[in-house]
């Protein structure tokens, strides 16, 4: 893949000396210098050692970080390969034992509603709250291994109903309660769960939403359900047989604490796969995995610890909110909103920062698109002396939504674009509080991630676009599929391009700097004539103009189809007019990218079809639009707007 390499960009962030000194990375080298005897002077160095020497690396990680053993493992890895590696063979702990181990008084939980309902809940209440949780599911006949499943959005009680879960070794999975119901059963059913934990509404944007009878069609649906229970949170009401989650919780009231110890690959949570073409994919990731990626990333890479309050914009079914509770890890306060970000107005987080002091505030790109789009400028308009770091992930975040951040929120704010995936719940291209911000780049990869960029036939690449690749395990990589004994599916989602090698399905360039740009997914690369590009280039330059509010670009030359064309799908801001931009469109894409890469036609659509999830569905719109059958190409049952697709299967059929 070509693309044209800039010079060194702009540092919009540098860091400063005197706080990197205080900060939790520098704490790690300072205790590798006196324990280990090892000497790493800067984030790089640090880097190498973390994927030279990976079982020194994860070994000091757990270490330092106070990983809480039951059973102290033999080894810190059992083989280097992917798949199979072994981690920490021997060793038992408990995810929720991690979570829970801050300071009685400390705020734990600040939950927000859009309609105004608020909680908070210090480490003591949250304490009581999962014991009381633990004692009823043991009631409820849960044990290890068992699974239960949550409807429910991100408010305190998922959280509860969630460590509940974890502290008995039984396995969670959440959706969001705005998922339909094929949706849901496509993810719950396989699983074949035991309790199921359901809110009787929720509320969005304006409006409340009766969940209820979804809830009674779930439960025909996954004939392995044992128990339901409800939890009354936006409007009342009941569902024949189901136990109310607040009289379950006052029945045990006072319930021992307790934490079963399992092996560190015993299964945590499902997360799924976007599941645009057939079921979603079952993705299990282990206990002691997730507790020690997400205790690398909030500690190390974010620097966060009791004193920070937390926030990442999302809902139950993004991979977003487990790593958000995260943040208990930590030993921080997490801060859940439940609502639309755009209600009464594109502000709504921002007063939400200023109003709960928050100092880490995480969106998506997006919502900083659309916060640029609108004009907005929290910076001189809330109170956010708190905030020093705004993450951003879910797209490459654009060259003007860095600007946007650095100009209208502050300067003395860094920019942590990082990206990753559900397959690992985490990020392995991210920030550091001790690596500048670039302008149009994410900082620096992960510690612990081998990440780099590899051709067709399997070369690292160095400052050139190839093939994001991960050379060396992780503890967060999943830890099998689900239903999938032989462990054929997992292969062939990671390692058949490169036996032995994650290939994660991104376009990357790894900078001589250690810092890296995305360009968006491989599989969906506008191709033409031989010169190969990513989509997020793309995105950059047509969504900065103000009169495109959304864009789906779609290069149909694949699929054996030699003169295929390329589509520039354009949802117009209120207002505007396609004639009356497309000219200064063309000719900035021509300046831009190249003339190659100039559409061969702009159309106009109302909505772009997204996922569950969010993301733009580039890669089934492209088989739709080669010939491939709708019902073949994506479920709509995925879609967030299934309706969205409707133009783009007319097109086809008339073309």
């Known amino acids: 893949m070509t693309t044209d390499v800039a010079d060194t960009p702009e540092v919009l962030w540098r860091p400063d000396p005197e706080r990197v000194a205080a900060t939790r990375i520098q704490a790690f080298r300072d205790w590798l210098r006196a324990e280990r005897g090892l000497d790493v002077s800067g984030y790089d160095e640090l880097w190498r050692f973390s994927v030279e020497q990976l079982e020194e690396f994860w070994g000091a990680a757990a270490e330092f970080l106070g990983l809480r053993w039951h059973s102290v493992p033999s080894a810190v890895l059992a083989g280097d390969r992917m798949p199979g590696a072994r981690w920490f063979p021997g060793g038992t702990l408990n995810y929720t034992e991690h979570a829970l181990t801050g300071a009685d008084d400390d705020l734990a939980v600040i939950f927000r509603r859009e309609d105004g309902a608020a909680d908070r809940l210090t480490y003591r209440d949250l304490r009581e709250q999962v014991a009381a949780a633990r004692s009823a599911l043991v009631a409820l006949g849960v044990g290890k291994g068992d699974r239960v499943v949550a409807l429910a959005p991100n408010c ?31 993810r719950f059913t396989q699983i074949e769960p035991k309790v199921l934990v359901a809110v009787d509404g929720y509320v969005y944007n304006g409006r409340s939403f009766d969940v209820r009878p979804t809830v009674g069609q779930l439960r025909v649906r996954i004939p392995s359900l044992t128990a339901t229970v409800l939890i009354d949170y936006a409007g009342g009401g009941t ?45 299990v990731q282990g206990h002691g995995g997730i507790v020690l990626e997400h205790l690398k990333a909030t500690v190390l890479q974010m620097d966060l610890g009791p004193g920070d309050v937390f926030f990442w914009f999302t809902t139950t079914g993004w991979m977003m909110w487990n790593f958000l509770l995260g943040g208990l890890l930590a030993r921080s306060t997490i801060v859940l909103y439940d609502g639309s970000p755009g209600h009464p107005d594109l502000t709504a987080l921002w007063r939400l920062a200023a109003e709960e002091r928050i ?63 559900t397959d690992l719940c985490a990020a392995f291209v991210a920030a550091a509080p001790d690596v500048p911000v670039w302008l149009g780049e994410l900082s620096c990869r992960a510690l612990g991630a081998a990440v780099t960029a590899f051709d067709e036939a399997g070369r690292e690449l160095v ?52 810092s890296a740009v995305i360009y968006g997914r491989s599989d969906s690369t506008l191709n033409r004539g031989g010169v190969r590009m990513g989509t997020a280039e793309f995105y950059r330059i047509v969504e900065g103009f103000d009169e495109i509010a959304d864009s789906l670009v779609i290069d149909t030359t694949r699929a054996g189809n030699t003169e295929g064309e390329l589509l520039c799908f354009v949802v117009m801001a209120p ?71 409707d133009p783009f299967v007319e097109l086809a059929r008339g073309s």
Not at 169 to 180: E, K, L, T, V, Y
Not at 263 to 273: G, K, Q, R
Not at 485 to 500: H, I, K, N, Q, V
Not at 576 to 595: D, F, N, Q, T
């Open 156 to 186: 305190p009680q998922t959280v509860v109903a969630f460590l509940a879960t974890a502290s008995l070794g039984a396995i969670w999975s959440s959706c969001s309660p705005d998922f339909g119901v094929r949706a849901i059963s496509d």
């Open 359 to 421: 100092t880490y505030f995480g969106t998506s790109a997006p919502f900083i698109q659309s916060c640029l789009k609108a004009k907005l400028h929290p910076g001189a308009d809330f109170d956010l002396s708190a905030l020093r770091a705004v993450g951003s992930t879910g797209a490459p975040l654009s060259d003007d939504g860095f600007r946007w951040i650095a100009d209208e929120v502050g300067r003395s704010v860094q920019i942590c674009s990082v990206s990753g995936g």
């Open 575 to 645: 207002g505007a007019e396609l004639a009356e931009v497309e000219p200064e469109l063309r000719a900035e894409l021509r300046r831009g990218l190249s003339p190659r890469h100039v559409p061969d036609r702009f159309v106009e659509v109302a909505e772009v079809p997204r996922t569950l999830n969010g993301k733009k569905c580039e890669v089934p719109v492209k088989k739709i639009l080669t010939g491939v059958a709708p019902e073949r190409a994506v479920s709509r049952d995925a879609l967030a707007n299934p309706a969205a697709l």
């Open 463 to 514: 400052d050139e676009v190839g093939e994001l690749v991960v050379t060396r395990p992780m503890p967060s990589m999943p830890v099998f599929f689900w239903n999938d004994d032989d462990g054929s599916r997992l292969r062939e989602a990671y390692f058949d391009t490169y036996p032995g090698v994650w290939r994660h399905g991104d376009w990357i360039r790894i900078t001589p700097r250690g």
């Open 239 to 283: 569902v024949a047989d189901a136990l109310s989650w607040d009289a379950l919780l006052a029945e045990h009231a006072g319930a021992e604490m307790a934490y079963e110890p399992v092996p560190f690959d015993h299964p945590l949570w499902v997360l799924y796969s976007s599941g645009t073409t057939g079921l979603p994919k079952g993705i």
